[in-house]
């Protein structure tokens, strides 16, 4: 039972709005799709046979219902250079080589490094992404007639005003089909689908890639398929958070690695390159009312349908809708609300929000731009973390016994400050070091706590430790060398 209402509420609990969310997300993946693979340098029909691929499996296989998985450009600039080099057969094969390896980090629970991940960092990574969003539209938008930017308002106006009158439609599958009517119906001089790329007008076949099954192809396609599988896990972990975040859900992380390589293995025999998660049509389908593995396995079905037995009425969809489309995910995407934030929270998080979005912008690449915000956000966590160990001390009536108190986190990051509390000029006869109420951490600690007591014993000063909890005792016990033998005839040596 518990496992037909698992099904009911994944697959069927959502239904009408899911199939029309899933429509929208098709028509909006085409022209994505085409230029793609464009930037691949590959015919169209390997990014639209690789999303109508992906997002029927992720629907099947993911952790995530209701995300949008497909071909996506940051897997697609990684790929261009293969290409180029040795042919299309080895992006088969490398996109095979990228699932292998997704379904192995899933098993290895490599989902968990989401955890170092700050808030900072995601509402960069949002930020970015809607501003990229919207820049891949500035090409339809330049050097065009008079009557795109008419469409594009139109269809805007379409998209927000439409909901007042109803939702039973998603507004953004109304601007399109409407002004798609219109521009057949006039014959308006706007670019259209057909302007992108050709359609395929067959479906996609099994089949195995035309390359030597030796040590060299290893050689050449592991280093591409490696950085695939880590901007795609990457890009659909952050994906999938965001999408938990507007529909106020929890999802199986490790689940959605494997799907994804499931997904982009199977891919790779159907003549498609690599994908991953995309953020873009993922918020066009929950604004759209999907929630459900049936919106997405709606949008890969209904993308196929589409391409191969309706691609002249598709061709002539205008893009200023799809634009249109586009610049509202954009507006919706991005966390307005970080701005008024900059003054309220404190600068270290906003200044990894800012770097993290101008290293995405200035690189167009998603993985550097985290990375970099997440480097960021480790150095300041470890700064505010060092500031955080105090030494205090106090010297005895007759001034011969000085106690030092250590309190906080004793680490690498603070070990310097904690050694710097210690003065062994003073010629005592005793030093006590209280670390009731501290922690030691990693073995750099403990290397500081043997440096400090070597370094008094050399100056002829008795040193006790007292308070040390269970944790750091056991730290001190196996890695700790300032009782062990030799260690009173090496600081006797110096």
Not at 122 to 139: D, E, S
Not at 299 to 328: D, F, K, R, T
Request: charged fraction near 15%.
């Amino acid at each position: 039972m518990t496992y037909l209402s698992s099904l009911r509420r994944e697959w069927l609990s959502n239904p009408r709005a899911d199939i029309l969310a899933g429509l929208v997300v098709a028509l909006a993946l085409i022209p994505e799709a085409i230029g793609f693979s464009i930037i691949a340098g590959v015919d169209p029909k390997v990014g639209l046979y690789a999303s109508f691929s992906i997002a029927v499996i992720t629907a099947l296989v993911g952790g995530r219902p209701g995300m949008i998985s497909a071909a996506t450009a940051a897997v697609a600039v990684l790929v261009t250079p293969l290409v180029r080099d040795h042919g299309i057969q080895y992006l088969f094969a490398a996109t095979i080589l990228m699932g292998i390896i997704q379904i192995m980090a899933g098993f290895l629970r490599l989902d968990l490094l989401m955890q170092y991940v700050s808030r900072s960092v995601m509402t960069g990574f949002v930020n970015a992404l809607a501003i990229l969003i919207f820049m891949a539209q500035l090409p339809q938008l330049i050097g065009v007639t008079w009557v795109t930017y008419v469409m594009v308002a139109a269809a805007l106006a379409i998209i927000y005003l439409f909901p007042r009158v109803t939702r039973a439609v998603p507004s953004p599958l109304v601007a399109i089909v409407l002004l798609t009517a219109i521009s057949i119906y006039w014959g308006l001089n706007v670019n259209t689908v057909g302007d992108m790329g050709q359609l395929p007008s067959a479906l996609p076949t099994f089949l195995i890639p035309d390359v030597p099954l030796t040590l060299e192809t290893l050689q050449i396609i592991l280093p591409y398929s490696l950085t695939m599988a880590a901007v795609g896990l990457l890009e659909s972990l952050l994906t999938a958070q965001i999408v938990n975040d507007l529909t106020d859900t929890s999802c199986n992380k490790r689940q959605e690695c494997k799907g994804q390589g499931i997904a982009n293995f199977f891919t790779g025999f159907l003549g498609g390159m690599g994908g991953c998660a995309m953020i873009g049509q993922s918020v066009i389908n929950v604004k759209s009312g999907g929630r459900t593995r049936l919106s997405t396995l709606t949008a890969g079905v209904v993308l196929l349908i589409l391409i191969v037995a309706l691609g002249p009425l598709v061709s002539q969809i205008p893009m200023p809708a799809l634009v249109a489309v586009m610049i509202m995910v954009s507006i919706g995407t991005f966390s307005w609300r970080s701005i008024t934030d900059l003054k309220r929270l404190p600068w270290q998080s906003s200044a990894v929000m800012i770097v993290t979005v101008v290293t995405v912008v200035w690189t167009h690449d998603l993985a550097r731009g985290v990375l970099a915000g997440v480097v960021l956000s480790g150095l300041f966590f470890a700064a505010k973390v060092r500031r955080l160990v105090r030494v205090d001390s106090s010297l005895s009536a007759d001034g011969r016994t000085r106690t030092y108190r250590v309190s906080g986190q004793v680490f690498f990051a603070s070990s310097e400050r904690f050694l710097e509390a210690f003065d062994v000029r003073e010629g005592l006869e005793q030093v006590v070091i209280d670390v009731s109420h501290a922690h030691f951490w990693d073995i750099t600690a403990i290397g500081s706590l043997d440096h400090a007591i070597l370094r008094f014993r050399r100056e002829g000063t008795a040193v006790d430790v007292v308070g040390l909890n269970e944790a750091s005792a056991t730290m001190v016990q196996r890695f700790g060398t300032h009782d062990k033998p030799g260690a009173a005839a090496e600081a006797g040596a110096h």
